[in-house]
């Protein structure tokens, strides 16, 4: 008999994971459900405070900001970047277009929210420009508003979105545009009818792809956020290295995580129900489901 | 009649420095099934898809019903594409592929129903209408595409080579398919399809096109008896050409001489002056094989030859014989009455050649066609 290596071969998968993923996650949920330590840290009693505290209503506002803030960011992401993956994949060189959507990864994230700052900042380039032309004396304010935030979110996880969406309209069979045209479908109704239900894989995992980061997002609303744009992730960040309540660190990151789980379960469910059309009274019965649901990383 | 007439005139296309259809024209009748046939390349899909709308002519107008169509988009204009790759939606069930055109117009349910019924019927799938295209075999996939061109009621229905995906016996089946949809349908047919034995079986008339021209427009009967040129003669069945020089004429007929061949007698009106050179071609089984001198006859031409090759394919043979002079001619026979031992022809037998000078047919030769094919003769 042929043994069966398949397991074995998953095993450093298996080993990544519980390093990276499962391990940390565990002794999230161990300390979200301990006693704080006066200076950071847990003390080994089991205690619900944690939790408890999450009922503040301050926290419940940011909750529903950074839902707001991460909702809005990625519908703008995902409508610039629909128009991006469809015209790389119909294009001649696909290569070449990729290879410029990718060389932004080769500079720091950091270094390229800064960038953001150095053109958008009151002494940026953009605001010179404007005093240049003689549109303003003063600087205009950018930055350091949720409005800030949103655009560098966008330009942050477009890649992220692009890609998953390029691949898939990339083997979407182009002619089957050309049939929706011929049997009626105006250029928009072919698109809508036509390609969208065929790349739904490819837009949920664009959607989890840019939704569940910017969910958690931290360097972005602290460097080019204001009062107005403080995340949930500022909020944990600033639990674990000002406050030094870890365990309420611990109970929002929970918080955040099961949140976004929700989230991309629901989103997944539903988006997989819907690309079936309902015929009633016709006799035709649900059909097998076609959407591949990608399994969203959490970044 | 249903069905809309199509004029395309002086249609022209080039895709950069490629030329696809160089000032085509056409005349298609109410309700007609016509062939567009030619070799891959030769313009017929691009001409297709300029009727269609889904390419804009250089030059030239396309009239439906004697409407001018040009820059109409798709969409507006009164046919549908059955298309070669079927392009059914693999989103949508076998129902709802057929009901897209119908949804988009926003028909009551019940109308909707009823209709795509009636299509699904047409083409015998009322079965398969849950399932999803992925589940269907070829032929059902083409039915289902048919069904979705036709339940728009169009005048024109468009088809891009539609059976070239299918095997060859059920290529067949959905032939003789095609044929009594259109009979009940009574539509407008442009078929597409570089299959000359299609064309043939189920055409009013073809038109055989050649690197973005039209060559000859005619019943199948036409195209196949009286080919207007060497190419038209070579791509449409087998047959066998002579070149040669007219060398003499007398009422409706001309002698040709053909080097490695010897004189040929044909019907001529007109066209082959002495001292021409032209293409003739005969038919492989309209000629006469027989290990007996048929005898004299006025309008006969008799040669006699070497059998070189028999290729037994059940219903006739194929023969090879070499003449004399060089010259090679193909024969088929066919094997009506096997059983009354007629003599067995075989191998290396001397045989006589015969056909009547009215199956023998001068064509245009074709300089280009005639320089491509010298060297494989």
């Known amino acids: 008999m042929k043994r069966n290596y398949g397991r074995a071969y998953a095993a450093p998968e298996a080993l990544w994971l519980t390093v990276f993923f499962a391990a940390p996650l565990a002794i999230i949920v161990v300390y979200s459900f301990c006693k704080r330590d006066l200076y950071g840290g847990v003390l080994p009693l089991f205690s619900l405070d944690a939790y408890r505290s999450l009922a503040n209503p301050t926290l419940i506002a940011v909750a529903w900001r950074t839902l707001w803030v991460s909702f809005i960011a990625t519908v703008i992401t995902i409508l610039i970047a629909l128009p991006c993956g469809y015209s790389i994949a119909r294009s001649g060189n696909q290569a070449m277009r990729l290879f410029l959507i990718i060389v932004p990864f080769w500079t720091n994230f950091i270094i390229r929210v800064y960038a953001w700052i150095a053109i958008l900042g009151n002494e940026g380039f953009v605001n010179d420009v404007l005093r240049a032309l003689g549109l303003t004396t003063d600087s205009v304010q950018f930055l350091y508003n949720q409005g800030a935030v949103i655009l560098v979110l966008v330009y942050m996880y477009l890649p992220y979105a692009i890609l998953p969406l390029f691949s898939t309209i990339d083997k979407f069979d182009f002619n089957l545009l050309e049939a929706a045209r011929d049997l009626g479908a105006t250029r928009m109704q072919a698109l809508r009818k036509v390609l969208i239900p065929n790349i739904r894989g490819g837009i949920v995992t664009a959607v989890l792809f840019t939704f569940i980061p910017i969910f958690g997002a931290y360097a972005v609303p602290l460097l080019v956020g204001g009062k107005d744009s403080y995340m949930l992730g500022n909020v944990i960040a600033d639990q674990v290295t000002k406050t030094r309540n870890w365990p309420l660190a611990s109970s929002i990151s929970m918080g955040v995580t099961v949140l976004t789980g929700i989230a991309a379960i629901l989103y997944a469910v539903v988006s997989r129900r819907s690309s079936h059309p309902v015929v009633e009274e016709s006799g035709i019965g649900p059909v097998s489901a076609t959407a591949g649901i990608p399994s969203g990383g959490q970044a | ?377």
């Open chain 2, 1 to 377: 009649m249903k069905g809309s007439d199509v004029t395309v005139s002086g249609i022209s296309k080039s895709f950069g420095a490629f030329k696809a259809l160089k000032g085509v024209s056409l005349e298609i009748q109410k309700g007609e099934f016509f062939s567009l046939l030619g070799p891959s390349g030769c313009g017929k899909t691009t001409l297709l898809r300029v009727i269609a709308g889904f390419e804009e002519p250089d030059s030239g107008i396309v009239g439906i019903d004697g409407r001018d169509v040009s820059g109409l988009p798709p969409d507006k204009r009164r046919c549908n594409t059955v298309f070669q790759s079927y392009a059914l939606f693999p989103h949508l069930t076998v129902f709802e592929n057929v009901a897209f055109p119908l949804r988009l117009r926003r028909l009551p349910n019940r109308l909707v129903r009823e209709l795509v019924v009636k299509h699904l019927s047409l083409v015998q799938l009322e079965a398969h209408a849950d399932k999803k295209p992925s589940m269907l075999s070829g032929g059902q996939k083409q039915r289902v595409a048919i069904a979705r061109a036709l339940i728009n009621e169009p005048s024109v229905l468009l088809l891009d080579e539609p059976l070239s995906a299918l095997d060859a016996k059920l290529r067949q089946r959905m032939l003789v398919e095609l044929d009594a949809i259109h009979d009940k349908v009574g539509i407008t047919f442009i078929y597409v399809t570089h299959d000359q034995q299609e064309a043939l079986s189920v055409s009013d008339r073809i038109a055989v096109m050649d690197q973005g021209n039209v060559l000859q427009i005619g019943s199948p009967q036409q195209i196949y008896e009286n080919p207007a040129s060497d190419f038209v003669a070579r791509f449409i069945g087998e047959t066998n050409l002579f070149m040669g020089m007219v060398i003499s004429r007398e009422g409706g007929f001309a002698t040709v001489e053909a080097p490695g061949l010897g004189e040929i007698l044909v019907e001529a009106n007109g066209e082959a002056p002495i001292g021409a050179r032209v293409s003739v071609a005969v038919r492989p089984e309209k000629i006469r094989i027989g290990t007996d001198s048929p005898g004299p006859h006025e309008e006969l031409n008799v040669f006699r030859g070497l059998v070189e090759e028999p290729i037994y394919s059940g219903f006739q043979t194929k023969y090879l014989i070499h003449l004399p002079g060089g010259g090679a001619v193909t024969v088929f026979r066919q094997h009506a009455n096997w059983s009354e031992g007629v003599p067995d022809i075989r191998w290396k037998d001397e045989v006589f050649l015969s056909w009547s000078a009215r199956d023998s047919v001068v064509v245009e030769s074709d300089a280009r066609i005639v320089s491509s094919a010298a060297p494989a003769k």
